[in-house]
Nanobody
Framework: QVQLVESGGGLVQAGGSLRLTCAIS????????VGWYRQAPGKQRELVAR???????NYADSVKGRFTISRDNAKNTVYLQMNSLKPEDTAVYYC???????????WGQGTQVTVSS
């Protein structure tokens, strides 16, 4: 059973930065792509960044050029560096392994990111 623990969220002013961390238990980490998702109040959860097993990356247009996803296979950890934050980035952020429109794992508790204007 894979468990996901997200951390690093907080309150930041617009233009600021945060680094999110996702600790992943279990042996499946190195063989799947992992992504960061976010869900804002009243909106559907969306995938904002994805990193493949060969470190290829993909980003939603809304975060491209501002967010950077990375992974440390030795630590079973995925990071999301978020720069130039905007109020519209406010959401609960989650990590998981994309599987088409679904995910491979159960969701963790997420970490709240709030960007003030």
């Amino acid at each position: 059973q894979v468990q996901l623990v997200e951390s690093g969220g907080g309150l930041v002013q617009a233009g600021g930065s945060l680094r999110l961390t996702c600790a992943i238990s279990g042996s499946a980490f190195g063989i799947v792509a992992v992504g960061w998702y976010r869900q804002a109040p009243g909106k559907q959860r969306e995938l904002v960044a994805r990193i493949g097993t060969t470190d290829s990356t993909n980003y939603a247009d809304s975060v491209k050029g501002r967010f950077t996803i990375s992974r440390d296979n030795a630590k079973n950890t995925v990071y999301l560096q978020m720069n130039s934050l905007k109020p519209e980035d406010t959401a609960v952020y989650y990590c998981n392994a994309p599987r088409g429109r679904a995910t491979w794992w159960s969701w963790g508790q997420g970490t709240q990111v709030t960007v003030s204007s």
